[in-house]
């Protein structure tokens, strides 16, 4: 059980695009999934939080506006990378809870975005 | 921001040998969790142990927590090459809900 996807695993566009992502909870319902972006052989870095219904919640220093969050239902939350540029080239990973409050996430397999 | 910081950056070991990994943090925690990442993959959960526990351990897995000293270690014992990949602590905290802050992990190679 508890399992993540991330559609697409893998994507290349050009500069200036618009780039969506998407993350599913599928056999669980996620009332919250978060956003990390990681930079080759760095950490993960937090970028948003994702609620089901509600505005996300953004970390300090990640744009709004360049980073749209929509958590439509329960188990789906996407990430569009708007007027996408080489220096968002990263990988994107989303993980989601049951319930918040809950300490484990269960992370998707990420997606390879590759701006050209 | 990574408030985490783990030692070694990187750990090449033999298989068969054991492999500790390091975690410091710097805030209060109620968890301490370790992930692993096999590479271009996401993340797996490996054990949690709560800031009132000191050890706990997991299969070939152990964990140790202190919090007086805001640190952690993560032993993996009999390592075999299938080992292999990054592993992560993650601190969460009573005022962060369920988000977590990442250390900036260990890369662990292990050779057959």
């Known amino acids: 059980g508890a399992v993540v996807s991330q559609h697409p695993s893998r994507v290349i566009c050009k500069s200036g695009t618009s780039v969506k992502i998407e993350c599913r909870s599928l056999?669980?319902?996620?009332?919250?999934m978060f956003w990390y972006r990681q930079f080759p052989k760095q950490s993960l870095m937090l970028m948003a939080t994702?609620?089901?219904?509600?505005?996300?919640?953004?970390e300090q220093g990640v744009e709004k506006d360049k980073f749209l969050i929509n958590h439509a239902s329960l188990t789906l939350s996407t990430l569009t990378v708007t007027s996408a540029h080489p220096e968002d080239s990263s990988f994107y990973i989303c993980?989601?809870?049951?319930?918040?409050?809950?300490?484990?996430?269960?992370f998707g397999p990420g997606t390879r975005l590759t701006v050209l | 921001s990574q408030q985490g910081e783990e030692d070694p950056q990187a750990l090449s070991i033999q298989e068969g040998e054991n492999a500790t990994m390091n975690c410091s943090y710097k805030?209060?925690?109620?968890?301490l969790q370790w992930y692993r990442q096999n590479s271009g993959r996401g993340l797996v959960h490996l054990i949690l142990i709560r800031s009132n526990e000191r050890e706990k351990h997991s299969g070939r897995l152990r964990v140790t927590l202190d919090t007086s000293k805001k640190s952690s270690s993560l032993l993996i014992t009999a390592s075999r090459a299938a080992d292999t990949a990054s592993y992560f602590c993650a601190t969460g905290s009573q005022t962060s809900g369920s988000r977590l802050t990442f250390g900036e992990g260990t890369q662990l190679t292990v050779n057959p």
């Open positions: 805030t209060s925690i109620n968890n």
């Open positions: 993980s989601a809870i049951y319930t918040w409050g809950a300490r484990e996430q269960f």
């Open positions: 056999d669980f319902q996620a009332t919250t």
């Open positions: 994702s609620n089901e219904g509600s505005k996300a919640t953004y």
